[in-house]
């Protein structure tokens, strides 16, 4: 026997219904692969690793975490998994194969969505807050890790319909349990979403009115103009009407003064142009209108109407606080005497 037909008959010796010619092709196909996938990934990880240090994108720091994930024996099995396909191997042992790979490539597209979940709560739920944003994540990588589990065993050829219709009715009777805590929970999502108000914002919420402290997963915490902190379910918030005073760019202010019958007319044509002027004299206000509103029972009775270009309430009294001394202070320069209630008796003489 020549050393060709030799060598030739040792490598179509079969072990295990392949040739040691197939397990040398397979063998050198695994470590081609394994070069080539580390370089790739080497080059790949130090491409972004270099962007990243060059840019201020957070996405490219998310980028890089993905990568980072994919670890050196994932790409050892991958190549093997590859590798393996050249080679006659029981179907057992495929399956087997086959499901550890799925199984790897469903955790680590988990762990990768995980990520994308932190980076998006992290960057576009800054005003939300964490105890918020801690609970959102924790339901949603909760759903994502169900979501996996459920896809892993039904990969595996379990089946899960049943298994589905039993998590659907335990749902449903969990929900109807904690139906009050998850309204809460979806109204904070809302407020959230739709921000009738946010932290600092002065509201009116029916009978309670203050600053906006903390707008929790159930409740949203008020500081009331006396001091006290005032709870409110995030339910309640939801189907109320609420008062936002910080929207407020411009603030309207009437109010209505009197003056006694004894003012002669041409006093009256004055006064609406007196209030204009003291008006229109103090900064941050704009004058609407002024008029002789009608005669009431003891005054004539003048109505005013201006505007304060600013949403704060402190300023808005000192303002107005001014504009009333001054109106006081013109009219008793005037002598025009402000009305207060007053009541005047005739007598009548009957001669008898």
Same mark, same amino acid.
């Given at each position: 026997?020549?050393?060709?037909?030799?060598?030739?008959?040792?490598?179509?010796?079969?072990?295990?219904?392949?040739?040691?010619?197939?397990?040398?092709?397979? #063998?050198?196909?695994?470590?081609?692969? $394994?070069?080539?996938?580390? *370089?790739?990934?080497?080059?790949?990880?130090?491409?972004?690793?270099?962007?990243?240090?060059?840019?201020?994108?957070?996405?490219?720091?998310?980028?890089?975490? *993905?990568?980072?994930?994919?670890?050196?024996?994932?790409?050892?099995?991958?190549?093997?998994?590859?590798?393996?396909?050249?080679?006659?191997?029981?179907?057992?042992?495929?399956?087997?194969?086959?499901? @550890?790979?799925?199984?790897?490539?469903?955790?680590?597209?988990?762990?990768?969505?995980?990520?994308?979940?932190?980076?998006?709560?992290?960057?576009?739920?800054?005003?939300?807050?964490?105890?918020?944003?801690?609970?959102?994540?924790? @339901?949603?990588?909760?759903?994502?890790?169900?979501?996996?589990?459920?896809? @892993?065993?039904?990969?595996?050829?379990?089946?899960?319909?049943?298994?589905?219709?039993?998590?659907?009715?335990?749902?449903?009777?969990?929900? $109807?349990?904690?139906?009050?805590?998850?309204?809460?929970?979806?109204?904070?999502?809302?407020?959230?979403?739709?921000?009738?108000?946010?932290?600092?914002?002065?509201?009116?919420?029916?009978?309670?009115?203050?600053?906006?402290?903390?707008?929790? %997963?159930?409740?949203?915490?008020?500081?009331?103009?006396?001091?006290?902190?005032? %709870?409110?379910?995030?339910?309640?918030?939801?189907?109320?009407?609420?008062?936002?005073?910080?929207?407020?760019?411009?603030?309207? %202010?009437?109010?209505?003064?009197?003056?006694?019958?004894?003012?002669?007319?041409?006093?009256?044509?004055?006064?609406?142009? #007196?209030?204009?002027?003291?008006?229109?004299? *103090?900064?941050?206000?704009?004058?609407?209108?002024?008029?002789?509103?009608?005669?009431?029972?003891?005054?004539?009775?003048?109505? *005013?109407?201006?505007?304060?270009?600013?949403?704060?309430?402190?300023?808005?009294?000192?303002?107005?606080?001014?504009?009333? $001394?001054?109106?006081?202070?013109?009219?008793?320069?005037?002598?025009?005497?402000?009305?207060?209630?007053?009541?005047?008796?005739?007598?009548?003489? #009957?001669?008898?």
């Amino acid at each position: 026997m020549n050393m060709p037909t030799f060598l030739n008959d040792v490598l179509n010796y079969a072990i295990w219904n392949n040739s040691i010619r197939g397990y040398i092709f397979s #063998i050198i196909f695994f470590i081609v692969l $394994l070069l080539i996938f580390s *370089v790739l990934r080497k080059f790949i990880f130090k491409r972004i690793e270099s962007i990243v240090l060059k840019t201020k994108n957070e996405f490219d720091d998310l980028l890089l975490k *993905v990568v980072q994930i994919i670890k050196f024996p994932f790409v050892i099995y991958l190549s093997l998994f590859i590798a393996l396909r050249f080679l006659s191997i029981s179907p057992k042992l495929q399956r087997l194969l086959d499901s @550890i790979l799925i199984i790897w490539i469903i955790y680590l597209a988990i762990i990768s969505i995980q990520i994308l979940i932190d980076y998006v709560l992290r960057v576009k739920a800054t005003k939300l807050p964490k105890t918020t944003t801690e609970l959102i994540s924790k @339901i949603l990588k909760g759903t994502l890790w169900g979501l996996g589990i459920l896809m @892993i065993l039904s990969n595996l050829g379990i089946n899960i319909n049943s298994l589905i219709a039993g998590l659907g009715i335990g749902g449903i009777a969990a929900a $109807l349990a904690i139906q009050n805590i998850l309204g809460d929970l979806f109204s904070s999502f809302a407020i959230y979403l739709d921000r009738p108000f946010e932290l600092g914002d002065f509201i009116i919420v029916g009978e309670e009115l203050g600053t906006v402290e903390k707008i929790g %997963v159930k409740t949203t915490r008020i500081k009331s103009l006396w001091g006290e902190e005032v %709870v409110i379910s995030n339910r309640e918030l939801t189907s109320v009407r609420i008062h936002n005073y910080k929207k407020m760019e411009t603030r309207r %202010v009437a109010f209505s003064f009197g003056v006694t019958y004894q003012t002669t007319v041409e006093q009256l044509k004055v006064i609406p142009q #007196i209030v204009r002027d003291i008006i229109e004299s *103090v900064e941050l206000t704009r004058f609407d209108r002024a008029n002789f509103h009608k005669f009431g029972d003891f005054a004539l009775l003048f109505e *005013v109407v201006y505007y304060v270009v600013s949403p704060d309430y402190n300023l808005y009294m000192d303002i107005n606080e001014k504009i009333h $001394l001054k109106i006081k202070e013109e009219l008793e320069a005037r002598n025009i005497s402000m009305a207060y209630p007053t009541q005047t008796i005739y007598l009548e003489k #009957i001669n008898k």
